[in-house]
């Protein structure tokens, strides 16, 4: 297996969720994952240490994400509908699958601040250290934002009974799985 | 470090313990083995952050984006011959709308005018397009001069940004009127040439220009201040090394590096078509280097 295939398929699926939680759409989220890898391509064999791949291929998506936010703000296109409306939405979802469009569509709710670094945490491939590489802000900063961003969360778990049907007062992992399962 | 400074720190502590041998947290951590409270608050913190993560982890990939990724690839690499084969041929079909030509010779006419071209010597017509031509170019020339090395307005350059400045200077560069005030294989004697001249000359050079041969030297005048810049061209390995010397004043030079770090932008930088491009500045200056390469042939001058 060459390097790239080898790079695509050791971090294509946490790319996609780290771009599914700053972009809130699965269509856009696989756009910044490809686009990603496009620019790898291209630009890839400039990175001469090659353990910071991880590292470049999250800081590129961000970057990325970024851009297009920057580039709709100026020229913005239809509304960005609610998250839960466009995600998949098979009959044949289990508890489980919807507890994690519930886990996306809460850290969409959160400040853009507190977002990227939270699901960067939460997707446990990074260090604190790594995510303030990836963001590009100090680590105090990071951990700053991890913490109130946490607090952020939980309250919205909270506060929303009705939106977060898991009603995780809680947030026992067991608890959590028996209300949803 | 008190119990809610541990907790601040906990927080970024990741549930799967990867962060276990992590410096940074050896010091909260010896203060959850002592204190029964904290231990039991950090149990709970991981298991919500594991529980949460687990629940992320579950997001769906869809199904046909891995092969969507190579797709992609293969179309950008496969694709443009025959797309390009189609366009090229689409394109030949295309034909110019009638009357083109002689508007475009009026136009020249008028900016003919607009230079003030001597009229009272009668010319054959190739010999006009040819100084039409030229003027145009000339006038090409002077728009970009206004614009970036000369200046309109009394701080016109104050908020260009150095990518513009980049492009600008390629834009000189290709210019097939483009031509050097010295030339001259010694630097010794091109920063004679522009010392004599009152004309910046670089303090530090990056290590792999300082032995190379020198191929000449360009005065530049930029801005309305007629802030004095300097072209040094350089010559490795058959390659020209273009270096370009602004004072920082002219433009928005606040996020530009030091020499120390501009081999790491040069790693960075877009390969603005054929060129590599990479940039610096110290207290008083503001340097471009450029040069028809890959950005990591680049990197290797410093």
Redesign the interface.
């Not at chain 1, 064999?45 to 001469?48: D, P, R, S």
């Not at chain 1, 507890?99 to 996306?104: F, I, K, L, S, Y």
């Not at chain 1, 945490?121 to 446990?124: K, R, V």
């Given at each position: 297996m060459d390097e790239f295939?080898d790079l695509?398929?050791q971090y294509?699926?946490a790319l996609?969720?780290f771009g599914?939680s700053l972009a809130k759409n699965?269509d856009r989220a696989?756009d910044l994952?490809?686009q990603t890898?496009?620019i790898w391509?291209q630009k890839g064999?400039?990175?001469?240490d090659r353990s910071k791949a991880k590292t470049w291929l999250f800081t590129t998506l961000y970057r990325e994400h970024l851009g297009n936010a920057r580039r709709s703000q100026r020229h913005p296109e239809t509304e960005i509908s609610e998250v839960e409306h466009e995600l998949?939405n098979n009959e044949e979802d289990s508890g489980?699958?919807l507890?994690?469009?519930?886990?996306?569509a809460l850290?969409g709710e959160l400040d853009e601040t507190f977002r990227a670094p939270l699901?960067l945490?939460?997707?446990?491939q990074h260090?604190?250290k790594e995510i303030a590489e990836v963001l590009d802000v100090p680590i105090g900063t990071?951990?700053?934002r991890?913490?109130r961003g946490?607090d952020q969360?939980?309250k919205k778990m909270t506060s929303e009974p009705s939106s977060a049907p898991t009603r995780i007062v809680d947030?026992?992992?067991d608890n959590?799985r028996k209300t949803n399962g | 470090m008190d119990k809610e400074r541990a907790k601040f720190v906990l927080q970024s502590f990741r549930p799967d313990g990867e962060d276990g041998n992590e410096p940074a947290f050896a010091e909260a951590l010896a203060l959850v083995a002592k204190d029964r409270e904290l231990g039991e608050w950090l149990a709970d913190e991981r298991a919500q952050d594991a529980a949460f993560a687990a629940i992320l982890s579950d997001v769906e990939i869809p199904e046909d984006l891995r092969n969507a990724i190579f797709e992609v690839l293969e179309g950008s690499t496969d694709q443009p011959a025959e797309f390009d084969a189609d366009f090229v041929g689409a394109l030949a079909l295309v034909r110019p709308p009638e009357g083109l030509r002689d508007k475009i010779l009026a136009a020249m006419e008028v900016e003919q005018k607009v230079v003030e071209m001597p009229t009272h010597h009668k010319r054959g017509f190739f010999k006009t397009m040819m100084w039409t031509t030229s003027a145009a170019a000339v006038v090409a020339i002077m728009v970009f001069v206004a614009v970036f090395f000369a200046g309109a307005g009394g701080n016109a350059l104050a908020g260009t940004t150095p990518k513009e400045v980049e492009y600008s200077v390629i834009a000189m560069l290709e210019s097939p009127f483009f031509s050097l005030d010295l030339e001259n294989d010694r630097q010794a004697a091109l920063y004679d040439w522009l010392n004599e001249k009152s004309l910046p000359t670089p303090p530090q050079l990056p290590n792999g220009l300082r032995e190379l041969k020198g191929v000449g030297c360009k005065f530049l005048e930029i801005g309305d201040q007629k802030s004095r810049g300097s072209l040094i061209c350089y010559k490795r390995n058959g390659k020209v090394f273009h270096l370009v010397m602004m004072e920082r004043k002219v433009l928005a030079a606040d996020g530009m590096s030091e020499i120390k770090d501009a081999e790491s932008e040069c790693h960075d930088c877009d390969k603005n078509d054929e060129w590599a491009v990479t940039q610096w500045a110290d207290a008083e200056y503001t340097y471009f280097l450029l040069s028809k390469m890959e950005p990591k042939e680049l990197a290797e001058v410093f």
């Open positions: 295939e695509v398929d294509y699926q996609y969720r599914f699965p696989a994952v490809q890898f496009v391509a064999h400039q990175l001469k998949p489980r699958k507890d994690a469009q519930r886990a996306v850290l699901t945490f939460y997707l446990q260090s604190y990071v951990m700053s991890i913490s946490k969360l939980r947030f026992q992992p959590f | -």
